[in-house]
């Protein structure tokens, strides 16, 4: 018989879902507030939504440790930034910075998957998705965590972004409303609960506006 031994990982993955939806001239950023291990509850009451800047925000699924780190690091970079420039870093240079911080620790990378959502230059919303080691891509929504394959699939079906092979480019910002926006956000989160074990509790809806940014919560299955 083999010897059997423990093998120690410097990662865990503390689950939950993340989704992000572009308009016209709002952006609606929401995400669960379960944090899990295994088949354990850490915590019913985790945010995993990070104000980057004024006009930006980040959700983030994942190992939370992880998370924190890159949360601390882009904090940082913006503070240089600001200091440097003396204005805040808009939502799509925030995405670049994002996309070179995790690039920058690919060999050893940050086991968190984020999705950005601001506002850019023009006030038009936008959504940043990424994997784990800084490929990223403007989208018009995006999902990701571990109910990501449940939700994205609705958001396909319910928004069907314009392929990007087209040419001219057509624009990635979904035709909703901020109200539908937020309502097919609570849809998604309602339908994910019952099928994925690692998300649930509550649902935190950040929404990204000229007037500044808002939130709201709603309660989810707590089983």
Same mark, same amino acid.
């Given at each position: /018989? ?8 410097? #990662? ?12 016209? %001239? ?21 945010? !995993? ?5 004024? !006009? ?6 994942? =190992? ?29 240079? /925030?995405?670049?910075?994002?996309? +070179?911080?995790?690039?920058? &620790?690919?060999? =050893?990378?940050?086991?968190?998957? +984020? ?8 006030? &038009?919303?936008?959504?940043?998705? #990424? %994997? ?18 449940? $939700? /994205?699939?609705?958001? %396909? ?22 109200? @539908?926006?937020?309502?097919?956000? &609570? ?9 994925? $074990?690692?998300?649930? %509790? !509550?649902? @935190?809806?950040?929404?990204? +506006?000229? @007037? ?6 709603? @309660?989810?299955? &707590?089983?």
């Amino acid at each position: /018989m083999t010897k059997q031994q423990a093998n120690w990982s410097p #990662y865990d993955n503390n689950g939950g879902s993340c989704v992000a939806i572009a308009g016209a %001239d709002y952006c609606v950023v929401a995400a669960d507030t379960r944090m899990s291990t295994g088949y354990s509850i850490l915590t019913r009451d985790y945010s !995993k939504i990070c104000k980057l800047a004024d !006009k930006c925000v980040m959700a983030s699924s994942g =190992f939370q440790a992880d998370v924190k780190a890159l949360q601390k690091v882009l904090a940082a970079r913006h503070l240089i930034y600001q200091q440097q420039h003396n204005k805040q870093m808009s939502c799509p240079a /925030m995405g670049q910075l994002l996309s +070179n911080t995790l690039y920058y &620790k690919r060999f =050893f990378p940050y086991y968190s998957f +984020n999705v950005l959502g601001g506002l850019d230059s023009e006030g &038009k919303g936008c959504v940043f998705t #990424y %994997d784990a080691v800084g490929s990223y891509e403007r989208v018009g929504y995006s999902s990701q965590g571990s109910g990501s394959t449940l $939700i /994205m699939p609705f958001l %396909d079906n319910q928004l069907k972004s314009p392929s990007p092979l087209l040419l001219p480019a057509l624009d990635a910002v979904t035709p909703l409303s901020e109200s @539908e926006a937020v309502d097919l956000v &609570k849809t998604v989160f309602a339908s994910a609960t019952e099928r994925d $074990i690692y998300t649930g %509790d !509550k649902l @935190e809806i950040v929404v990204l +506006n000229a @007037e500044g940014i808002r939130r709201e919560y709603i @309660e989810l299955r &707590k089983d």
